[in-house]
Nanobody, 126 residues
Framework: QLQLVESGGGLVQAGGSLRLSCTVS????????MGWFRQAPGKEREFVAA????????SYADSAKGRFIASRDNDKKEAYLQMNSLKSEDTAVYYC???????????????????WGQGTQVTVSS
């Protein structure tokens, strides 16, 4: 059983940066791939980024490529999403999620993730 808590959201101007953190409590954090998703008002939750169990692999949505960087610290049991060059269309509630995987698999479907945080609001003003 894991508990996930996101932090680091807020209001930022277009072109700015934010770093989201996901603090995880529970056992065997290193056996979980970590994903980041977001949901804007009136839209479905969408995949943003994922990072493998040992930081050896990452996956990004096209909208995040070149601007966002997913990372993790297994000793601290934390995952991060560095977001640069933010745009107004990045405004959403951002969620981190944990996916127990055996192989170096990175899922982009929210249904594959077992544990979720409560979300943190990111608002980008234009």
């Amino acid at each position: 059983q894991l508990q996930l808590v996101e932090s680091g959201g807020g209001l930022v101007q277009a072109g700015g940066s934010l770093r989201l953190s996901c603090t995880v409590s529970g056992r065997m954090f290193s056996r979980y791939a970590m994903g980041w998703f977001r949901q804007a008002p009136g839209k479905e939750r969408e995949f943003v980024a994922a990072i493998g169990r040992s930081s050896g692999s990452t996956s990004y949505a096209d909208s995040a490529k070149g601007r966002f960087i997913a990372s993790r610290d297994n000793d601290k049991k934390e995952a991060y999403l560095q977001m640069n060059s933010l745009k107004s269309e990045d405004t959403a509630v951002y969620y981190c999620a944990a996916d127990h995987v055996i192989m170096t698999v990175l899922h982009t479907d929210a249904q594959d993730y077992e544990y979720w945080g409560q979300g943190t609001q990111v608002t980008v003003s234009s």
